[in-house]
């Protein structure tokens, strides 16, 4: 019977194993094709100060629309595309959009408006990768200090010298540096005491319950002041509903992002949002 048993608990996990194989490995194949077939495009999702409701900035987030996987989630391709490199390609890509969009909304309704881009580790620790950013900064004439980028603590943890360097280098042109997803990790904290961060985002999976769990609320206010002791400015990501946002304002969060605001929006629509909300 032992024996049965054992046999199926390994059956079980080759299947399943194969089956997590089979679509990594499909969606690495589609995935090396998507940029040259244009099957990627960059969503921007509004980013609101939470005192005044305006909008003050976006977050650009990749879609990707496969021809034959259909939508896939950027949760399920982004880890893909860092551990096959072809993030650094799709990286550049990501900016360029991101940056040629910040400079039309730049010049056409001359906006203080600040855009912000995620970063994922194997891109940050190019070595070029500071240039490849002065070089689009300079061609999209965008000022350093309308550009955040976002990282995980996953950039810090390797602990390499070139991460180090690279984050100087970055901040010191101007560019802010934000902790994403804050809180889902482990130290965090020390992170944000040793390098050089601007921004801390609260990651939603906390904001999801402070409306019915009183430690969550205790623990998004405790990231708060712990934010502004650090002289970080503090984001809440993942807001949906009024409730939350009014604790949000209690807590002095000072921005926010949500589908309460806004899903991230294909340009154009984007565009829209700005003009409705008398934003241009
Ligand atoms: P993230 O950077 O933490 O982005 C926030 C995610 O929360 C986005 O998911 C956004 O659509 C979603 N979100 C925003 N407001 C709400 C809300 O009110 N409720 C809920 N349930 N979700 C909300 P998305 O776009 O699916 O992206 C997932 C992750 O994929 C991102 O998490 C980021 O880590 C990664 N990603 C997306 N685009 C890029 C990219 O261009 N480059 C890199 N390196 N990573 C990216
Ligand atoms: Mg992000
Ligand atoms: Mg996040
Ligand atoms: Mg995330």
């Known amino acids: 019977h032992s ?51 305006k909008i003050v900035g976006a977050e650009a987030l990749l879609r990707w629309k ?8 950027p949760d399920e391709f982004i880890p893909i595309a860092e551990q096959t490199s072809l993030i650094v390609s799709i990286g550049e ?3 360029e959009n991101a940056f040629s969009a910040a400079q039309k909304w730049q010049q056409t309704y001359n906006l203080q408006f600040k855009i912000a881009i995620n970063v994922s580790p194997k891109q940050f620790r ?46 010191d042109i101007g560019v802010n540096i934000a902790m994403d ?11 944000l005491r040793s390098y050089p961060f601007d ?24 990231a708060v002041a712990m934010g502004h002791a650090l002289n970080l400015t503090v984001v809440a990501e993942g807001i ?14 000072d921005y926010g992002q949500g589908y309460l605001f806004s899903k991230p929006l294909p340009q154009k629509e984007f565009e829209q ?3 409705e909300q008398n934003f241009l």
């Open 3 to 53: 024996k049965d048993r054992g046999r199926n608990i390994y059956h079980f996990y080759t299947e399943q194993m194969n089956h997590d194989m089979n679509r990594r490995l499909k969606i690495e194949e589609q995935l090396r094709n998507a940029l040259k077939l244009g099957e990627l495009e960059v969503y921007f999702q509004p980013v609101i100060e939470i005192r005044t409701r």
């Open 66 to 73: 496969n021809s034959i996987l259909g939508q896939v989630s």
């Open 93 to 95: 890509y990501v900016i």
């Open 126 to 171: 190019e070595n070029n990768f500071v240039e490849v950013l002065n070089i689009k900064l300079e061609q999209y004439q965008i000022h350093p200090t309308s550009v955040e980028l976002e990282i995980t603590e996953g950039v810090l943890l390797s602990g390499d010298d070139i991460i180090e360097t690279n984050l100087r280098s970055i901040h």
């Open 181 to 191: 997803d804050f809180g889902t990790g482990y130290s965090s904290l020390s992170y």
């Open 199 to 222: 921004t801390l985002k609260v990651d939603k999976s906390f904001v999801n319950d402070i409306t019915v769990d009183p430690a969550d609320l205790e623990l998004v206010g405790a």
């Open 240 to 253: 949906e509903t009024e409730e939350q946002y009014h604790l949000l304002n209690e807590l002095n969060c």
């Open 273 to 275: 949002l700005l003009a």
